[in-house]
């Protein structure tokens, strides 16, 4: 493959191996010879065309049957107005000889699946392909990524056209398009319908990198952003304890404990995989809530929490990137 474009902006960037689905063996293999690849998922503006009315310098020669003075009419036609619009793709650079070796298009009919911690896969129209992840932190920003570009898709489908107004100097009649409206849908897996005549102005998130409606950001819309009361409950209940001996202790690999911190209390205790780690995170639990008997604290204070959360008068809110 050859890189036909390296315009754009990037949501996020990450080193990776592609894969592609062999439908004979039911397997995935390397694409394009394998090896570790920069590969990122972009933004790039596209020009569609609007319809609009507008006058052409030819005209057209009307001839008056009372043998009067032949007179002309304007000739409309239409013309195309530019307005931009964005296309997201996910694309790939091996990094030895920086060739191209993913240039996939995020469309309608985008499916993207989470096998594993370290390895995600999708399919668009009868292209599937996979990436093995270096880390589980770049497979979690990765999918991050995804997810704001699939969502920043279907906002972008709603789109409002201009007035075209034409106003005649010389005493003429007036021409003009009257506004119209898009109501464009998104139609996916599952039936989701993205689609509206009227939408408030979006802003970017710096902590959960997602748009939201500033009349519509109150306390809790935010489950990443910075929560003092959250915080003030954990160390009521001594969680960071707790978590020290998770990170120290039971921890599996090294990529997984790099974010364990970044990660609320029940996400740890809670993320029940196919491994043994479950069960060891609740015995270590159980054992030190023997000598640290304030940790029996966590599960009252975390209601309270959560109801004050869901009436709006805790929690981290959207802040502005």
């Given at each position: 493959?050859?890189?036909?474009?390296?315009?754009g902006d990037y949501?996020?960037?990450?080193?990776?191996?592609?894969?592609?689905?062999?439908?004979?063996?039911?397997?995935?293999?390397?694409l394009s010879?394998?090896?570790l690849?920069?590969?990122s998922?972009?933004?790039?503006?596209?020009?569609?065309?609007?319809l609009?009315?507008?006058?052409n310098?030819t005209?057209?020669?009307?001839?008056?049957?009372?043998?009067?003075?032949?007179s002309?009419?304007?000739?409309?036609?239409?013309?195309?107005?530019?307005?931009k619009?964005?296309?997201?793709?996910?694309?790939?650079?091996?990094?030895?000889?920086?060739?191209v070796?993913?240039?996939?298009?995020?469309k309608?009919?985008?499916?993207?699946?989470?096998v594993?911690p370290?390895?995600?896969?999708?399919?668009?129209?009868?292209?599937?392909?996979?990436?093995t992840?270096?880390?589980a932190?770049?497979?979690?920003?990765?999918?991050k990524?995804?997810?704001?570009a699939?969502?920043?898709l279907?906002e972008?489908?709603v789109i409002?056209y201009?007035?075209?107004?034409?106003t005649?100097?010389d005493?003429g009649?007036?021409v003009f398009m009257p506004?119209?409206k898009?109501n464009?849908?998104f139609?996916?897996?599952?039936?989701?319908?993205?689609?509206?005549?009227q939408?408030?102005?979006?802003?970017?998130?710096q902590?959960?990198?997602?748009?939201?409606?500033e009349?519509?950001?109150?306390?809790?819309a935010?489950?990443v952003?910075?929560?003092?009361?959250?915080?003030?409950v954990?160390?009521?209940?001594?969680?960071?304890?707790?978590?020290?001996?998770?990170?120290?202790?039971v921890?599996?690999?090294?990529?997984?404990?790099?974010?364990?911190?970044?990660?609320?209390?029940?996400?740890?205790?809670?993320?029940?995989?196919?491994d043994?780690?479950?069960?060891?995170?609740?015995?270590?639990?159980?054992?030190?809530s023997?000598?640290?008997?304030?940790?029996?604290l966590?599960?009252?204070?975390?209601?309270t929490?959560?109801?004050?959360?869901?009436?709006?008068?805790?929690?981290g809110?959207?802040?502005?990137?």
């Amino acid at each position: 493959m050859t890189d036909t474009s390296d315009d754009g902006d990037y949501l996020v960037r990450v080193r990776a191996q592609v894969m592609t689905r062999d439908d004979s063996t039911g397997g995935w293999l390397p694409l394009s010879g394998g090896g570790l690849a920069i590969v990122s998922v972009r933004r790039r503006p596209v020009a569609i065309n609007v319809l609009n009315g507008s006058e052409n310098n030819t005209s057209e020669k009307i001839q008056n049957t009372n043998n009067g003075p032949t007179s002309t009419a304007p000739t409309i036609t239409p013309t195309h107005m530019p307005k931009k619009r964005h296309e997201y793709l996910i694309h790939g650079k091996r990094i030895t000889d920086q060739s191209v070796v993913l240039s996939c298009t995020i469309k309608r009919d985008f499916e993207y699946n989470k096998v594993m911690p370290t390895f995600h896969h999708w399919r668009t129209g009868e292209k599937k392909f996979g990436l093995t992840f270096q880390t589980a932190a770049d497979a979690r920003a990765f999918d991050k990524g995804v997810r704001t570009a699939v969502d920043e898709l279907l906002e972008g489908l709603v789109i409002t056209y201009p007035v075209n107004e034409t106003t005649d100097s010389d005493g003429g009649d007036d021409v003009f398009m009257p506004s119209t409206k898009g109501n464009d849908s998104f139609t996916g897996k599952g039936s989701i319908t993205r689609g509206s005549d009227q939408f408030s102005p979006r802003t970017f998130c710096q902590h959960c990198r997602k748009h939201y409606l500033e009349a519509e950001n109150r306390r809790g819309a935010c489950a990443v952003a910075p929560d003092p009361v959250k915080r003030g409950v954990e160390i009521i209940s001594c969680i960071p304890c707790a978590k020290g001996m998770f990170y120290h202790c039971v921890k599996g690999s090294e990529d997984d404990s790099e974010d364990e911190f970044e990660q609320s209390f029940e996400q740890i205790v809670c993320s029940c995989e196919r491994d043994d780690k479950c069960g060891r995170r609740w015995f270590g639990l159980a054992f030190l809530s023997l000598f640290v008997p304030c940790l029996w604290l966590y599960p009252p204070l975390r209601a309270t929490h959560w109801c004050g959360t869901s009436c709006g008068l805790w929690g981290g809110k959207h802040s502005y990137a």
